[in-house]
């Protein structure tokens, strides 16, 4: 994998709903990993094939993958003051790198 490719500094992070003393459902966000990453666009193809629907953005994050992490369909990725909720998790080159599928939460 090319680091070049890896230049944007971006968060995952993980929602937690915990029951309060209250009893009430409260959710908070977790920090479970600080990298960079590549973000490119789908492309056309990979789009209509994927039958990705026509009102969001989907994306594809390049990674390398974090041997002491696991992420999770459901987590955000949080990069460019932008938020992404990862749809899909792929492994490439030996498991030494992730690409996941993403559509932008507006």
């Known amino acids: 994998m090319k680091s070049g490719k890896l230049r ?3 968060k995952v992070v993980r929602e937690i709903t915990e029951a309060s003393s209250s009893g009430s459902q409260e959710v908070t966000h977790e920090d479970i990993l600080t990298t960079r ?3 490119t666009t789908v492309s056309g193809r990979e789009y209509i094939e994927g039958g990705a629907e026509t009102m969001e953005t989907t994306v594809k994050i390049v990674m390398r993958n ?3 992490k696991r992420i999770l369909m459901g987590d955000e990725i949080r990069a460019m003051d932008r938020v992404y ?3 899909g998790v792929l ?3 030996n498991r030494r790198s992730l690409q ?7």
């Open 8 to 10: 944007h500094p971006a």
């Open 37 to 39: 990453v590549g973000i």
């Open 66 to 68: 974090p041997s002491t």
């Open 85 to 87: 909720k990862v749809m």
């Open 91 to 93: 492994e490439f080159d």
């Open 100 to 106: 996941l599928m993403c559509k932008e939460l507006v």
